[in-house]
């Protein structure tokens, strides 16, 4: 079976990063999907999920509203910028610039797109 990723698409107490991407473990049941986060299998139910075949090769565009649960918590999001990319190699949190086509990565030195199209 090929290596299939998902993310998750809102705020939750599930405990996972808006915008990463974790490689799905298992997915054989209709309304659970468990992930690989940190070697740990975790399940999630399937509507909570973006979930794709290929690996992630584009920044995660992260729109968090300032009335946000967990945005009240910090007290800041990246510069107080409440939208934020997620890298997709290592998943490290970065302020983009709107509407750039796409943006390095100060972490892994990778440059990829933006995927400005599809936000979670």
Known sequence: MPKRWARVRRTGAHGLRRGAWYAVVNDSKPTIVFLDVHRRNVAMDRTLLDVRDDPPSMWSVVRRAADEPETARRESWVDLNLTYGVCPQCRTRTNLTEGA????????????????????
């Open 101 to 120: 086509a796409s943006a390095g990565c100060g972490q892994c030195g990778g440059t990829f797109p933006i995927d400005w199209a599809h936000p979670c």
